[in-house]
C-alpha cells in the first residue's frame, strides 16, 4: 500500500505540474501509474486525474482561449478518440507505443524544420483536421497526446497565455468525451477510481509548483522546454517500451 501511494502521488505531482505550466510531461505518467496498476486498466486510473485536474486548470486558465484554434482541430479529435475505443483492445501495446515515440521525435523535428525554414502551413486547416484526429487517436489508447498538441499549438504563434489556456480547454473537452467510453470498455472501475485518489494530493502540490513556474518562465525557453520534454518522453517510449 505503501508502495502504491507514493507512486501514485509522484504520478499527481507530474501531472499536475505538467498541467499547469509547460506540459509534455504526461507521457511519463503512464508508466509510472502502471508500476502500481499494471495493465490497460492503468489508463482508466488516469483520466480522473486529468479530469480534476484539467478543471482546475480551465478555471485557472480562462481568459484568452483562443476559440479558432479549438474549434478547427477539436471536432476530429473527437472522432479519434471514438476511433481509438474501437481499436484500444485489439492493438499490440508494444508495437503501439513504438509508433508513438517515432511520431513524436516526427513532430519536434518538424518543430526544428519549421524554426529554420518558416512556413505558415502548421496553420492550415488541413493540419489542424490531422493533428486533431491523432491527437485524439492517441489520448484515447495511450493518454499520451500531449506532446503532439504541444507542438502543435506552439506553431500557432500564440501567446503564452493564449497557448496555456486553449491546451487547457483542449485536453478538458477531451478527456470528458473519454470518461463514459473508458468505463463501457471496462477501464474505469471502482478499483481505479481508488487508485486515482491517491494521487489527489501530488495533484494540488503539482499544480501549486507548475502556476507559480509558468509566471517566470521566459517565452523562448518556454518552447525549448516543451520540445526537451517530449523528446525524453519520445526516447522512453521508443528504447523503454
Same mark, same amino acid.
Do not use: C
Given at each position: 500500500?505503501?508502495?502504491?501511494? !507514493? ?13 499547469? %505550466?509547460?506540459?509534455?510531461?504526461? !507521457? ?8 502500481a ?24 486558465? /480562462?481568459?484568452?482561449?483562443s476559440? *479558432?484554434?479549438?474549434? /478547427?482541430?477539436?471536432?476530429? $479529435?473527437?472522432l479519434?478518440?471514438?476511433? =481509438? ?15 508513438? =515515440? ?19 502551413f502548421?496553420?492550415?486547416?488541413? @493540419? ?5 484526429? $491523432?491527437?485524439?487517436?492517441? %489520448?484515447? +489508447?495511450?493518454?499520451? @497526446? ?13 501567446? *503564452?497565455? %493564449? ?13 470528458? @468525451?473519454?470518461?463514459? +467510453? ?8 471502482? $478499483?481505479? !477510481?481508488?487508485? %486515482? ?14 502556476? #507559480? ?7 523562448? #525557453? ?11 518522453? @519520445?526516447? *522512453? ?5
Amino acid at each position: 500500500m505503501t508502495d502504491t501511494l !507514493l507512486v501514485m502521488f509522484v504520478a499527481g505531482l507530474l501531472t499536475g505540474f505538467s498541467k499547469f %505550466s509547460v506540459g509534455g510531461m504526461g !507521457l511519463l505518467v503512464l508508466p509510472i501509474v502502471m508500476i502500481a496498476f499494471p495493465g490497460p486498466e492503468a489508463l482508466g486510473a488516469i483520466v480522473p486525474l486529468y479530469l480534476l485536474i484539467d478543471i482546475l486548470a480551465v478555471i485557472s486558465y /480562462r481568459k484568452n482561449i483562443s476559440w *479558432k484554434v479549438l474549434g /478547427r482541430f477539436l471536432p476530429l $479529435a473527437m472522432l479519434g478518440v471514438l476511433v =481509438g475505443s474501437q481499436v484500444l483492445s485489439d492493438i499490440d501495446p508494444n508495437d503501439f507505443i513504438t509508433l508513438l =515515440g517515432v511520431i513524436i521525435m516526427a513532430m519536434i523535428g518538424l518543430g526544428f524544420f519549421l524554426d529554420a525554414y518558416p512556413t505558415s502551413f502548421m496553420q492550415k486547416p488541413w @493540419a489542424a483536421y490531422s493533428m486533431g484526429f $491523432a491527437g485524439g487517436l492517441i %489520448s484515447m +489508447m495511450a493518454n499520451a @497526446a500531449g506532446p503532439i498538441f504541444s507542438l502543435f499549438l506552439l506553431e500557432q504563434k500564440l501567446s *503564452k497565455e %493564449s497557448y496555456v489556456s486553449t491546451r487547457a480547454w483542449a485536453f478538458f473537452l477531451i478527456n470528458l @468525451a473519454k470518461l463514459p +467510453m473508458y468505463i463501457g470498455i471496462g477501464l474505469i472501475t471502482p $478499483a481505479s !477510481l481508488t487508485i %486515482s485518489a491517491y494521487a489527489t494530493p501530488g495533484l494540488l502540490v503539482g499544480a501549486l509548483f507548475g502556476y #507559480h513556474f509558468l509566471k517566470r518562465v521566459q517565452p523562448n #525557453h518556454f518552447k525549448w522546454l516543451v520540445r526537451l520534454l517530449s523528446t525524453i518522453a @519520445a526516447v *522512453k517510449l521508443i528504447l523503454f517500451p
